[in-house]
C-alpha cells in the first residue's frame, strides 16, 4: 500500500494506523511534526514481529507529493541488517549495477523507490534483506501501471457497495516448501513415535485414570500423526518416503523416555518434556510461516493443539497428583531435566537449534526398552484370571445364570473390564510399528474406543448403583494376550471377542428396549456400532499381521489360549489332543 501523500491530516492517519493495519508491527514511537505550511517531518521507531526494528526519518513535502528525504534503518536483535536513505552513494560500487538506467546520484534513491517499502511484513529470515544489492535487484522490477486504468478502478471501487470483514494477513513467511517439509516431516515422526510408545506402555500402566487417558492419548498422537502425513503429501513428499522416514536421535529420545520407571515419570517425558516442545513448536510455526500460501499447514497444526491443550493440562495435573500422593519430586525432576538435555542435543524437536551436548549416561543404552507383558492394576481393583466367569470368580451368583439381570450386569462389567482391550489394541500399535501407517491408525482409534467402553462400563456400574471396585476385575485374557505374538493376540480379541460381542448383542438390545432399560440401551446401542467398526476394521489389520489363512490362524489362536486358559486353571486339561472351542474362547476371554 502506498503512503497518501496529498495532506498532513492523511498521511497522520497512515502513520498512525501502522499497528492496526499491520499484524506484524508490535509497536510505533513514530511522531510526525509540521515545519511550515506544506512541510513534515516523521521521525521514531517501528518494532516488528522476530525482534526486526526500523528506525524512520522523514522529510515530506506535501505539495510535490512526495518524500523529499528519508532515512530507513533495518535492525535485527539489535544489529543493523540494511538501510535505505536519499543520499548519493557513488562510493557503493556494488549498488551501481542495480539500476543502470540511473545515474550514480540516483543509486541509493533508487534502492528506497517504494514509498512503502518500510512497512512492507519484514521477514526475520530472509537472507534477501540482508543483502542491499539483492534488494535493490528485486526492487528493480517496478509496476507497470496506466493513470488512466488506475483511475477507471478507482472510480469503480467507489460503486461497490460492500464492506466485507478485511483480511489482516501479510504474504510472508519464514519457510520455503522444502523446509516446511522437513520440519512437518521431524513432526509426523515424534508423533508416530509417540503413538507407538505409548502403545507400549499401556500394560505397564497400573493406575486406572492414566490407563484410560493414555488410550485416549495414543489416538490424539496418531490423528496428529495423520493430518501431518496428509499435508506432507501435498508439500512434495510422498506417502512412501512419508511412512519409511526414520531419525536415529528421535528413535534415541524415544527410547529413552520408554525406559522410566514408572508410568509418572512416563507422562513426564511424553508430556511435559516432549508434548509440550511439540506445542510450543506448532505454535511457532503456525507464526511464522506464510498465512496466505501455507494456510493448510497452519490449520492442521491448529487442529493438532485443539487436542494438545487439555492433554498436556491434564498430564501437568497427573503428575501432581502423583507428587500430592507421594512420588518422588525432586526425582521426576531430575529425570525431566536428562529427557530436556537429551531433545536439546537433537536441536529440538524441529532440530533447527543449536544442539546441546547430550546427557550420559542414557537408561536404554545400559537397558534397551521392551515393552511390558504383564496386566497391571491400582490396589484398588481386586482381579481374577483363574477363571473367564463372574459369578465363579465371586464366588457366588448375584442373579439367576439365564436372568436379563444378570446378563445385563455381565454385559456392563465386561466393558468395564474392556480396560484389558486398550492394553491389547495398544499393544498391537507397538509391536507392528512401522509396518503400516493405516493399521497402526486403525489400531490407535480402536484403543480410544476401548478405552470409552471401559468409561462407559465403570459409569454404569456407578449407575447402576455399584462402586465398580468393588466387583472383581477379570485379567484372563490380558494376561494370555501380554506376551504372546500380536496376529494371534489379535485373532483372539478381533475374530473372537468382538465378533462374539456382536452375536448376543442384537438380542441384548431388544430385551432392554422391552424392558424400557434406557440404561443398557443407549450404552450398547453405541457399544454395537463401535464394535462393527472394530470387526471391520479388523480384516485389515489382521492382513498386515500376519500370512496365515483364516482357518489356520484361528487354529493356532485356539491351540494357543488352551496352553495358557489350562496354565491359568481357567479350563482342565483331560485330554491329550485337546483344544478350546470358538464358544469358550468367547464366553472365557471375549474382547
Ligand atoms: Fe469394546
Ligand atoms: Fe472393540
Redesign the pocket.
Known amino acids: 500500500m502506498s503512503a497518501p501523500l496529498d495532506d498532513i491530516a492523511d498521511y497522520s492517519a497512515f502513520v498512525y494506523a501502522l499497528v492496526e493495519r499491520h499484524p506484524f508491527v508490535t509497536s510505533s514511537t513514530l511522531a510526525l511534526a509540521p515545519i511550515g505550511a506544506t512541510l513534515a517531518k516523521l521521525e521514531g521507531r517501528i518494532e516488528c514481529q522476530g525482534g526486526i526494528h526500523l528506525e524512520v526519518w522523514e522529510l515530506i513535502d506535501f505539495a510535490a507529493r512526495r518524500i523529499r528525504t528519508y532515512s530507513y534503518e533495518v535492525y535485527r536483535g539489535g544489529e543493523k541488517i540494511c538501510w535505505y536513505d536519499s543520499w548519493q552513494h557513488p562510493e557503493i560500487l556494488a549498488l551501481a549495477p542495480t539500476c543502470p538506467a540511473l545515474d550514480r546520484g540516483r543509486i541509493a534513491e533508487r534502492c528506497c523507490l517504494s514509498d512503502a517499502l518500510p512497512f512492507r511484513a519484514m521477514n526475520a529470515d530472509e537472507p534477501a534483506h540482508q543483502n542491499p544489492t539483492r534488494t535493490a535487484s528485486q526492487e528493480s522490477i517496478s509496476a507497470v501501471s496506466f493513470a488512466e486504468d488506475r483511475a477507471a478502478a478507482q472510480e469503480r471501487k467507489k460503486t461497490y457497495p460492500y464492506q466485507f470483514p478485511r483480511d489482516s494477513r501479510q504474504l510472508g513467511g519464514k519457510f520455503c516448501v522444502e523446509e516446511n517439509a522437513r520440519r512437518l516431516l521431524r513432526f509426523f515422526y515424534i508423533e508416530r513415535r509417540l503413538m507407538q510408545g505409548l502403545g507400549a506402555w499401556t500394560l505397564s500402566i497400573p493406575e486406572f485414570e492414566v490407563k484410560l487417558e493414555t488410550g485416549r492419548h495414543i489416538f490424539y498422537h496418531a490423528d496428529a500423526a495423520r493430518l501431518l502425513r496428509e499435508r506432507l503429501s501435498e508439500q512434495e513428499t510422498g506417502l512412501k518416503a512419508i511412512d519409511a522416514f526414520r531419525d536415529a536421535g528421535i528413535d534415541r529420545l524415544v527410547e529413552e523416555l520408554l525406559s522410566a520407571t514408572s508410568a509418572c515419570e512416563l507422562l513426564v517425558g511424553v508430556h511435559q518434556v516432549v508434548g509440550r516442545a511439540l506445542a510450543t513448536a506448532y505454535r511457532h510455526h503456525i507464526d511464522d510461516t506464510d498465512p496466505v500460501t501455507d494456510a493448510p499447514t497452519i490449520r492442521c497444526l491448529r487442529r493438532i493443539l485443539g487436542d494438545y491443550e487439555p492433554m498436556l493440562e491434564w498430564a501437568d495435573k497427573a503428575i501432581a497428583a502423583y507428587v500430592q500422593g507421594g512420588v518422588d519430586e525432586p526425582g521426576l525432576a531430575a529425570w525431566r531435566w536428562h529427557l530436556q538435555r537429551l531433545l536439546a542435543s537433537l536441536g529440538g524437536v524441529t532440530g533447527s537449534d543449536t544442539p546441546a551436548e547430550a546427557p550420559a549416561p542414557l537408561r536404554s543404552v545400559a537397558k534397551p526398552f521392551a515393552r511390558g507383558t504383564v496386566p497391571l492394576r491400582d490396589c484398588r481393583f481386586e482381579t481374577f484370571k483363574n477363571t473367564g466367569d463372574y459369578d465363579t470368580a465371586d464366588g457366588q451368583a448375584r442373579f439367576p445364570q439365564e436372568s436379563y439381570e444378570n446378563l445385563r450386569l455381565r454385559f456392563i462389567r465386561t466393558q468395564r473390564d474392556e480396560v484389558d ?1 486398550i492394553e491389547a489394541f495398544g499393544t498391537f500399535v507397538w509391536d507392528i510399528r512401522f509396518k503400516d501407517f493405516q493399521s497402526e491408525y486403525n489400531l490407535a482409534r ?1 484403543t480410544w ?2 478405552a470409552r467402553h471401559t468409561e462407559i462400563g465403570h459409569r454404569a456400574l456407578l449407575a447402576c448403583g455399584y462402586d465398580p471396585f468393588e466387583l472383581k476385575n477379570r485379567l484372563t485374557g490380558s494376561t494370555c494376550r501380554g506376551p504372546m505374538e500380536p496376529a494371534f493376540a489379535m485373532a483372539e480379541i478381533n475374530l473372537f471377542g ?1 465378533v462374539g460381542v456382536l452375536k448376543t448383542i442384537n438380542d441384548l438390545i431388544d430385551t432392554a428396549a422391552q424392558r424400557h432399560d434406557a440404561l443398557l440401551h443407549h450404552i450398547a446401542d453405541f457399544i454395537r456400532s ?2 462393527r467398526t ?1 470387526v471391520r476394521k479388523g480384516q485389515g489389520i489382521l492382513k498386515v499381521m500376519t500370512e496365515l489363512d483364516s482357518k489356520a490362524l484361528e487354529t493356532r489362536t485356539r491351540e494357543l489360549f488352551t496352553e495358557c486358559l489350562v496354565s491359568l486353571g481357567a479350563v482342565k486339561k483331560d485330554m491329550d489332543l485337546f483344544t478350546v472351542s470358538r464358544d469358550d474362547i468367547e464366553r472365557l476371554v471375549g ?1
Do not use: C, T
Open positions: 482391550a480402536i474406543d476401548e468382538e463401535d464394535e472394530h474382547e
